[in-house]
């Protein structure tokens, strides 16, 4: 890799030009997701966690009466794409086993940096634990979900000083992560051209906002990623465990037969092995289908 040339990075990291059908895909995103919102009337759409208008989030209350764990789904694009609106498909499945779904919006690149995009989600997270009790959930039982960059942004959080961004925050907000196709060092990113451009990464940055150069979290991450995918995506995938170690990273799997973009598909199938690791991170234990 070092002395690879920015064509190459391209190739690797291009997933949308890797996966031919990709466009369809997120087409079929987009489409579940408003089936998803028109279908779940309790649902509670564009909630503000902070002032800008970009931050804001769309909460899925659990179909349940006790109080449910809470799954925060980080949506990818880059850091510079994509919308919570193209994400409330992941919602209904895991909302029906009795998880409360929060799929947060940030704003994005080049308006903003990497860095400004993971303070406001530390404040979209702060608001969850300050308020998710109203809707029904249980904040000491919040876990993140992210794929692509939202698991670059996911495996930041779980790292995250609570205490720093409020006093009234426990000091363990985050009690698992699961980073689906993440990003876990960018230095890579930094060397593919068709990025880069609106990241504007520099040699500190990359230090700065990679979780490879973190402290290990107390809290269990989990890391998944399609065979399909490119060489570097593996590759990335296995860089937390290599980091951290297993006993913080015990799963660190590449899916069968799945692509960057249909690995999103395995996370809300109740047989797909992502969606199986989220039960787990949220301790679910019965499906209401079976009840």
């Known amino acids: 890799m070092s002395g690879a040339s920015p064509q190459w990075f391209d190739e690797q990291y291009n997933n949308r030009a890797r996966v031919p059908d990709s466009v369809s895909i997120m087409a079929r995103w987009t489409e579940a997701s408003a089936l998803s919102r028109e279908l779940s009337p309790q649902a509670t759409l564009d909630l503000a966690y ?26 990818g694009g880059y850091w510079r794409a994509l919308d919570k609106s193209d994400h409330s498909f992941i919602a209904p499945v895991f909302s029906d086993e009795g ?7 940030y704003a994005l690149c080049p308006a903003v940096s990497i860095e400004h995009i993971a303070l406001q989600l530390c404040q979209a997270l702060a608001w969850t634990w300050r308020h998710v009790a109203d809707y029904g959930g249980d904040p000491n039982r919040i876990i993140l979900v992210g794929h692509s960059a939202g698991g670059h942004l996911a495996a930041m959080l779980a790292c995250c000083d609570w205490k720093a961004v409020g006093r009234d925050l426990p000091r363990h907000l985050v009690k698992g992560v699961l980073s689906i196709s993440g990003l876990h ?9 068709f990025l ?17 150069h973190f402290p290990a979290p107390q809290a269990p991450v989990y890391c998944v990623v ?62 209401s289908a079976l009840l």
């Open 99 to 105: 998880a409360l779904v929060i799929v947060p919006n």
């Open 226 to 287: 399609g065979a399909q995918e490119s060489e570097e995506f593996r590759r990335q995938n296995q860089l937390l465990r290599q980091a951290w170690g297993e006993s913080v990273v015990p799963h660190c799997e590449e899916l069968p037969g799945l692509n960057h973009f249909d690995i999103l598909r395995d996370l809300v199938d109740p047989q797909g092995r992502s969606h199986q690791l989220t039960r787990k991170l949220l301790d679910l234990r019965w499906y």
């Open 50 to 75: 902070g002032a800008a208008p970009s931050e804001r989030l769309d909460l899925f209350p659990a179909q349940v009466d006790q109080p449910a764990p809470v799954l925060v789904f980080l949506h």
């Open 185 to 193: 060092d960018l230095a890579p990113i930094r060397r593919t051209p």
């Open 196 to 212: 880069q451009a609106d990241l504007g990464l520099d040699a500190r940055a990359v230090r700065r906002l990679s979780p490879v």
